[in-house]
C-alpha cells in the first residue's frame, strides 16, 4: 500500500493489482485471467478485505482465512508463477 492510502499493489508487482479506496474500485491485470481460478479468487478476496481492513495485520490475514482457508498455498503458487502470468 502506497502512504498515500490510495493505491495497493503487494499482492504480485508484476501483475499489478490495484485498489482505489476513493471511489471504491478494484482494477486487475488482464494477465489474470491466465492463473488458477482460486489463484483469482483469492486475489479477489484479499482486495475486498482492504476495503475492510487496509493494512496486512494478523486480522487481516484472519479475515482472508475465514474466505480463503487454503491462501498460504496460493500465496506459494503466486510467488513461484506470477512472474510467468506475464508471458
Ligand atoms: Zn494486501
Same mark, same amino acid.
Given at each position: 500500500m502506497k502512504k498515500n492510502g490510495l493505491?495497493?499493489?503487494?499482492?504480485?508487482n508484476t501483475l499489478k493489482t490495484n485498489m482505489l479506496f476513493s471511489n471504491n474500485i478494484i482494477s486487475l491485470n488482464v494477465?489474470? +485471467?491466465?492463473?488458477?481460478s482460486e489463484i483469482i479468487h483469492y486475489i479477489i478476496i484479499h482486495e475486498l478485505c482492504h476495503f475492510k481492513i +487496509?493494512?496486512?495485520?494478523y486480522n487481516f490475514w484472519n479475515l482472508i482465512r475465514s474466505y480463503v482457508p487454503d491462501y498460504p498455498k496460493l500465496i506459494e503458487w503466486l510467488n513461484i508463477n506470477g512472474k510467468n502470468l506475464l508471458s
Open positions: 493505491s495497493d499493489s503487494h499482492i504480485n494477465n489474470l +485471467t491466465k492463473a488458477p +487496509t493494512g496486512h495485520s
